[in-house]
């Protein structure tokens, strides 16, 4: 049977940072293949290189050495204004304490990637309106976000992850300041956008209720991979 296409694939990268002038490996020689339609939980203890490893796959910071392909990109020697370009088109990011625009609302917020894309006004209305809906936000658009809870704006933050269709859509440890019942909703949204959409996730988490949604399971400890682990379909 055919596999899905490589979306991304990282190939031997490392990241070292300078601490006080002190070298600390953060990522050492990871190498990952991720397809088209993965649902993958990089699990690790705090400090194991997880944020590392997404920022690098995001194009958020660049390796020390090794390489990171997006879409058959080798995007490792990209200039700046091209690493910014392709996170925009390629990449949708979810971070751990929401990043919503506090003066847009939540319509606004999901529209705002597309509006920098270009895309025109009725089609980014309609297709925000839709995807808010989608993430059981319906009624609540117009809402600012301080007065939506933090899995509403959570499911505020995926919805404009994913709003621009990304190749892969990178959330950092997303149910980190949710209660668990708010954490799982998020999961289970995330899991029918991936599974009804074939929406990509790369996602990190110390949460077992996360890690138990997961359909492959990459475990990092001390910056290394130490597993790679398919669940049963
Ligand atoms: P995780 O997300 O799994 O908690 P990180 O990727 O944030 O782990 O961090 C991996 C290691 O790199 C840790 O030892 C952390 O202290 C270090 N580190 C992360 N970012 C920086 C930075 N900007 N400067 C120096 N050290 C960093
Ligand atoms: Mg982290």
Redesign the pocket.
């Known amino acids: 049977m055919d596999q899905p296409p490589v979306i991304v694939r990282v190939e031997r990268a490392s990241r070292v940072?300078?601490?006080d002038s002190i070298p600390?490996p953060?990522?050492q020689d990871a190498s990952l293949d991720i397809r088209r339609g993965d649902f993958v939980a990089l699990v690790?203890?705090?400090?194991?290189?997880?944020?590392?490893?997404?920022?690098l796959v995001g194009g958020l910071d660049r390796p020390t050495s090794g390489h990171i392909w997006i879409d058959g990109q080798d995007i490792t020697a990209l200039r700046p204004g091209a690493l910014a370009e392709l996170r925009l088109r390629k990449i949708g990011f979810v971070f751990q304490e929401y990043n919503l625009v506090p003066v847009l609302s939540a319509l606004e917020n999901v529209e705002y990637v597309m509006l920098l894309q270009g895309v025109a006004e009725g089609r980014r209305r309609t297709r925000a309106m839709g995807l808010l809906g989608e993430l059981g936000l319906a009624g609540l658009e117009h809402r600012w976000p301080n007065e939506l809870s933090g899995g509403q704006q959570q499911r505020v933050a995926v919805a404009r992850a994913i709003a621009a269709e990304p190749v892969i859509v990178l959330p950092?440890?997303p149910t980190a300041n949710l209660d668990s019942k708010a954490g799982a909703t998020l999961m289970d949204l995330m899991r029918r956008l991936n599974e009804e959409r074939g929406t990509t996730f790369v996602f990190?988490t110390h949460d077992p209720m996360v890690v138990e949604r997961a359909r492959r399971v990459v475990r990092?400890r001390d910056?290394r991979i130490e597993a790679d682990e398919r669940s049963a379909p």
Do not use: W
């Open positions: 940072y300078q601490r600390v953060a990522l690790g203890p705090s400090g194991s290189g997880k944020t590392t490893l997404l920022n950092d440890e990190s990092l910056g």
